[in-house]
């Protein structure tokens, strides 16, 4: 058996751990349940934004990078694979029920029909409630009589890269490695010998879910804690960035974030997920975590900032969930725009990626109801009048508008991107 490696799940994530694999020497073979993504990989053409991203589908696909539609990922093209890595983790979380495991499930079931789990090394590299990858062995025991240790391996090693950096950190940072068995860890550090970034040996996997569990649930507490000491400035008159910044100067103790609107895929869901494993303490209690109170902080500032708008022709300024990246998903705008058409307003929105590919499409649920929609800010300000502007991202390429929104209504300043401009609500300004 050849070293080859097939990634299952070409997205945000998979893809660029995929390309930087085949970049490293291996051959890889990528699968993805979007036929319209495989088409596009095979033109060699980049399903979204990603420093470096481009210049790896051109150098690897047909060559050391394969991308495949789950037809075309048969028994034959799978027969040389020695390692499986799949990206795609739990979306459907209707905590304090079970989260739903079926499309992992699905997956295995996939495989296991393709003979494709016996003699190979199963690395789950994604977001799981903690005890997942022990429920994943247990499936695949109990549906095909394989054992893992000695029919397959087993490993859960969590991604922990960010959109903008992603190929840069999959070859840097420090890869966890929690093994259901002793094999899948020398497997395991084999493979990721040849991607580069340290090796952190775990005991097993429930440690390794439970570090990327911490991982992103303290990143979203941080956040969400800036977020509630700038609405208390602001009911309280005092500027929070003076306040933040005399705080952590010269003060190692403290490395109190800016505030801004907490939001994404990973930081959306992660506290959540996190949460599965809190409902296991004893005695119960009536305080939730601190990372859930944190969740239901961050989506407090939607009503907070809807109690801020004035009149009814509403712009929203910004759909991503970050600056300066081409993903809407779980972005803070989404409630946002929701609850603002549910309050009868008439909305508006804009963002310089807006329609660019699959990630950038507006939300099913408020796609119909929008009033008007555009990727030029300045375009929208002077062909409309709006009643109020809400600046939700801090784009890169709006940093200087703050002179062209005087006097086109009020604008709320999620940000504190315009700090000079007078007649702005600002999070921790106040009026």
Request: contains cysteine; aromatic residues 6%.
């Amino acid at each position: 058996m050849e070293d080859e490696v097939l990634v299952i799940g070409l997205g945000r994530i998979g893809l660029p751990v995929a390309l930087v694999t085949a970049d490293s020497g291996l051959v890889v073979r990528g699968v993805d349940a979007s036929d319209i993504s495989i088409a596009a990989l095979k033109e060699r053409r980049a399903p979204f934004e990603e420093p470096g991203l481009s210049e790896l589908i051109e150098k690897h696909v047909g060559k050391n990078f394969l991308p495949m539609t789950w037809d075309e990922a048969t028994t034959a093209n799978l027969a040389n694979v020695r390692w499986i890595v799949i990206t795609i983790g739990v979306h459907v979380l209707p905590w304090p029920d079970p989260a739903d495991l079926s499309i992992l499930y699905s997956i295995i079931n996939g495989l296991m029909q393709r003979d494709g789990l016996k003699g190979r090394t199963l690395i789950l590299r994604t977001t799981l409630p903690v005890g997942t990858t022990s429920l994943i062995a247990e499936h695949i025991e109990e549906t095909t009589g394989l054992c893992v240790g000695n029919d397959f391996n087993l490993a859960f090693i969590p991604e922990r890269l960010v959109e903008g950096m992603a190929i840069q950190e999959e070859r840097s940072l420090p890869k966890i490695i929690g093994p259901v068995n002793t094999e899948a860890l020398t497997e395991a550090k084999e493979l990721f010998s040849h991607i580069g970034g340290g090796l952190i040996e775990m005991s097993d996997s429930d440690s390794a879910e439970f570090v990327k569990l911490i991982d992103n649930a303290w990143r979203h507490t941080r956040f969400a804690f800036a977020n509630d000491a700038a609405v208390a400035a602001s009911a309280s008159g005092v500027d929070i960035i003076e306040v933040i910044n005399a705080a952590n100067q010269d003060y190692d103790r403290n490395s109190v974030a800016l505030p801004g609107p907490v939001s994404g895929y990973c930081l959306g869901k992660d506290p959540l997920i996190f949460e599965y494993a809190f409902q296991n303490v004893e005695p119960k209690r009536e305080l939730p975590s601190v990372w859930l109170t944190a969740l239901r902080s961050s989506q407090a500032l939607v009503p907070w900032t809807i109690s801020r708008v004035k009149g009814n022709r509403i712009l929203v300024a910004g759909l991503s969930f970050k600056e300066d990246i081409d993903d809407f998903r779980m972005s803070f705008s989404e409630p946002l725009i929701e609850a603002l058409l549910d309050a009868g307003h008439e909305v508006s929105v804009c963002d310089p990626e807006l329609g660019r590919n699959a990630y950038t499409q507006l939300w099913p649920e408020v796609a119909s109801r929008i009033s008007s929609s555009g990727t030029d800010l300045t375009i929208m300000l002077n062909e409309a009048k709006y009643d109020t502007i809400i600046m939700a991202v801090r784009h890169s390429i709006w940093r200087d508008l703050g002179a062209d929104l005087i006097g086109k209504g009020l604008v709320v300043d999620l940000w504190n991107s315009y700090r000079n401009v007078q007649n702005m609500e600002r999070i921790g300004l106040g009026s």
